[in-house]
Structure formats: structure tokens, C-alpha cells
């Protein structure tokens, strides 16, 4: 049985036990503590639904809490609810109830100090402007959710609201935005210090270079993400990094600093291949070398010499 199947069964048993609940809070006086009660167990059973993918049902018992917090007058819970129906109605495809619910659960969030409901739900709202053609609006209220990210230094709020730009502008082969975004990121996981983050993003700059034409810049956010990927000390990544340095320089027309870039990237891959299948690689380079006028001694030759350092390493380590 999947994963799936499995939670599928787990939530198929949370939601009989829901509706039983649910039944019991009908038997008794109506006070505000049942009524409660009733608001989050609607609630858990939209939750429930949602995440069965039956968005009519989830649709259904969010709309019941709803209606249960307002008579509660629970400003609180009528704005979480509000923007569970946003992000709802979002994946169903049905964008002005969508920015319906999401606005007037940014009313309440943005007089309150509750950040992280606040960004998510500016996130929403750009993605619903962005489905309805009102780019200029959707960016700002994406920009405004960056901008609160970066405030609380949130690694996630910050890469989830900015892949939605980035998003639009790829399909929309906006370069010059996706640069602009890219550099924008940059700075951000400069700032909180995660080298991860910083190696993917200057690789997409790189390659956003390359596809501009601009190789000398890309060179450079190439060797960037090397020397992270260096000081990491991942071999993975600094052969990535390497083998788009040799397209540049290839593209330069310098064949001489693209000859011994991929030289290095030859010997990462051999390296490679005494810890994991590289083989592919390790023959790809071969062949690429072949034609930029190494000879078959040559290699053999520098084959012989990482394979000396891989096991050199590999002993030491042990």
C-alpha cells in the first residue's frame, strides 16, 4: 500500500470521527463553548477534505466554520478561515472569490501583528492578480510580502513569494526581471547566510547571462557558485559550476581557458566516479576533450593522477 493510500485511510478515519462529533454538538444547549467546539470541528473537516482533494467538501465545511465564528464574532478565527477559503478557492480555479476571501482576511491581518499570516496571505493576493491579468497590482503585493521576509529573515516566506515572480516572468521570458529577482535573492540569502541558496542562485544568473548573450558575466556568477561549492567542499556542485565556466569560455571564443577549465571538470568526474556512478560524465568529458585536441595519452595520463588523489582522499578519511 502507497504513502498516499495510507493517509488517505488516516484521514478517511479523521473525518468519521469529525462527523460524529460534529453530530454530538447538536444534541447539546447551544452555550459558546459548543459553538466552539462545532467552528473548529467544521474547520479540521475542511482540512480534511482538502487534503483528500474533495475541494467542494473542504469548500462546504469552511463556509459552516465561517459562519460559526461570525456568530462567535471571533475576528481571529473568521480571518484564518477567510484565508483557508482564499488558498481554497485559488487551487479551484476561481480567482474573484479568491480575492474576495484574501482581501478581507488582510484587513484583519494587516491591523494585527500576525506577519506570517500577513505574508502568506499577500502572496494570494498577488497570485490572484497575476491570474487576472493586474500584473502591476500583483507585484506590489508581492513585493510587499519580500519585503516582510526579508524583515523577519524567513528563509521559506521568502523563497515561496518570490518563485511566484519568478514564475510569471519565465513563462513571460522576462529577463531583465528574472535578473533583477535573482539579484534580489541573492542579497537575501547573502544576508542570512545559507551558501546553498547562494550557489543555486548564481547559477540561474548565470545561466539567465548565458542566455542573454552576456558570457563574461556569467563567467563571473559561475565562479562564484565554484567557490562556494568549494569552500563547502562539495565536488558535486564544483563540477556543475565547472562545466558551465567551459561553455562561457567557449562561447568567448577563448578555447585555451575553456580547454583547462574542462580538464579540471574531466578530473572532478573521474573523482566522482570512485564514489558514485559518474561514468556517463567521466566519458562525456572524455570525448568533449578528444575534439578540443587532447590526446587519448593525455588523458589517460590525468585519469591516472585523480584517480590517485580520489583514493589518496578516500584513505585518509578512513
Partial sequence: MSKKQDNFEDLDQSIFLGLQELKETYKHHETPQIQEQRALILADLGIFYWKKEKLTEARKYFLLALSEYEKLHDEFKIANVKGSLGSLFIQMGEFGLALRYNEEA???????????????????????????KEEVKATNFLLKGLQMAIYLEDELQFAATIQILLEHYEKLERYDMLLELKRKALDFWIQIKIPERQFKTL????????????????????KRAYNIAYNL???????????FIGECYVKLGDMEKAKNVYLQTFKLAVY???????????????????????SPKELMHEERKALHEAHKDQAEKL
Avoid at 233 to 243: I, P, T
Avoid at 272 to 294: C, F, P, Q, W
Fill in 272 to 294: 566522482l566516479n570512485t564514489i558514485s556512478d559518474h561514468k556517463e560524465a567521466v566519458e562525456s568529458m572524455r570525448l568533449l576533450l578528444l575534439t578540443l585536441g587532447y
Fill in 106 to 132: 488582510y484587513e484583519y491581518w494587516q491591523t494585527h501583528n500576525y506577519l506570517n499570516e500577513r505574508i502568506a496571505t499577500l502572496q494570494n493576493l498577488g497570485i490572484c492578480y497575476l491570474k487576472m
Fill in 203 to 222: 547559477i540561474d544568473l548565470g545561466v539567465i547571462c548565458q542566455i542573454l548573450e552576456e558570457y563574461s558575466t556569467a563567467v563571473n556568477y559561475f
Fill in 233 to 243: 567542499g562539495d565536488l558535486e556542485k564544483m563540477y556543475l559550476a565547472e562545466g
